[in-house]
């Protein structure tokens, strides 16, 4: 079953806000990764953090990982209407064996 | 480069017909992967390859069969389609670093 869980499952915001979503695991990480999927395409990776980083930024993108907490939070600054997309989180854990495991996804609007 | 590449792009079978997804990949990757999605949901693992010769099952593996070709090539059979088969399947690819995964554009099957 899939052991990330994203927040919130849908957001809408204005052109230009920024948009924060948020991923949870379960246990010890390697890395967690952020994808984008566009409507019917495939994913495309954005950024990835490691288990010793903090926080990592990618240029309007900014995650932050708290491995105390077991979460992830994906920052996206000066919205646009392209980044309108689903956001998946995936954990490589420990033990995962070459897996990586999905979150459910964000899905973001930004509104013009 | 191509990247990863996926054949068809749809697909409509009928209750028990069977057929095959092809994938393929130029990035000498080593591990490749099988996922399916469905509406609204995230992606869940069906089968991986770890390495040339090698097969794994994921999470739903049942009704499906794989085939490791070469280091390139990476199909997924369904031997007696269902309904429930109906799905957007996504081929992925991940190099020895074990960062990133490469998606296909992927292939959507309805079963009727």
């Known amino acids: 079953s899939q052991q990330g869980e994203e927040d919130p499952q849908a957001l809408s915001i204005q052109e230009g806000e920024n948009a924060t979503m948020n991923c949870s695991y379960k246990?010890?990480?390697?890395?967690l990764q952020w994808y984008r999927q566009n409507s019917g395409r495939g994913l495309v990776h954005l950024i990835l953090?490691?288990?010793n980083e903090r926080e990592k930024h990618s240029g309007r993108l900014r995650v932050t990982l708290d491995t105390s907490k077991k979460s992830s939070s994906l920052l996206i600054t000066a919205s646009r209407a392209a980044d309108t997309a689903s956001y998946f989180c995936?954990?490589?854990?420990?033990?995962?064996?070459?897996?990586?495991?999905w979150g459910a996804g964000t899905k973001l609007i930004i509104k013009p | 480069n191509a990247g990863v590449t996926q054949t068809p792009k749809f697909q409509v079978l009928k209750t028990g017909q069977s057929m095959t997804l092809q994938c393929a990949q130029d990035?000498?990757?080593?591990?490749m992967y099988w996922y399916r999605q469905d509406p609204g949901m995230g992606l869940r693992l069906i089968y991986y390859?770890?390495?040339?010769?090698?097969?794994d099952k994921g999470e739903v593996p049942n009704g499906y069969n794989v085939s490791r070709l070469n280091k390139r090539e990476f199909s997924l059979r369904l031997e007696s389609a269902a309904p429930s088969q109906t799905s957007v399947y996504f081929c992925?690819?991940?190099?020895?670093?074990?960062?990133?995964?490469?998606f296909g554009p992927g292939t959507r099957l309805t079963v009727t």
């Open positions: 992925a690819s991940r190099g020895l670093a074990l960062d990133e995964q490469y």
């Open positions: 990035m000498n990757h080593n591990s």
């Open positions: 390859s770890a390495s040339e010769g090698t097969t």
């Open positions: 246990t010890s990480i390697n890395n």
């Open positions: 953090i490691r288990s």
């Open positions: 995936a954990t490589d854990y420990r033990d995962s064996n070459y897996q990586l495991i």
